[in-house]
Nanobody, 115 residues
Framework: VQLVESGGGLVQPGGSLRLSCAAS????????MSWYRQAPGKDRELVAG????????SYGDSMKGRFTISRDNAKNTVYLQMNSLKPEDTAVYYC?????????WGQGTQVTVSS
């Protein structure tokens, strides 16, 4: 099983980034996919989640209206479009695949929002 995040980097406040998470080794289309983030000294927090078919999405309160989660089951990939980025969005972003009692995590990608 592998979850490989990409697309992180350094961006100025107000800018945008699109994160990708490529999955392999399990039946991607059967799993609920989520993005989490963890800033230094803080707990890991939920950013967004999307159902297996993509028909349901949810977001953390501070991300609503700025972030969009989507998935392409044909490509086994989940995306996180992040707009209007703020310095407080700086964190390592992780994707997670969940189904029943099974969870898989990626290794994370760093997002730094700074001028």
């Amino acid at each position: 099983v592998q979850l490989v995040e990409s697309g992180g980097g350094l961006v100025q406040p107000g800018g945008s980034l699109r994160l990708s998470c490529a999955a392999s080794g399990f039946t991607f289309s059967s799993y609920y996919m989520s993005w989490y983030r963890q800033a230094p000294g803080k707990d890991r927090e939920l950013v967004a989640g999307i159902s297996s078919t993509g028909g349901y999405t949810s977001y953390g309160d501070s991300m609503k209206g700025r972030f969009t989660i989507s998935r392409d089951n044909a490509k086994n990939t989940v995306y996180l479009q992040m707009n209007s980025l703020k310095p407080e969005d700086t964190a390592v972003y992780y994707c997670k695949a969940g189904r029943d009692w099974t969870n898989y995590w990626g290794q994370g990608t760093q997002v730094t929002v700074s001028s």
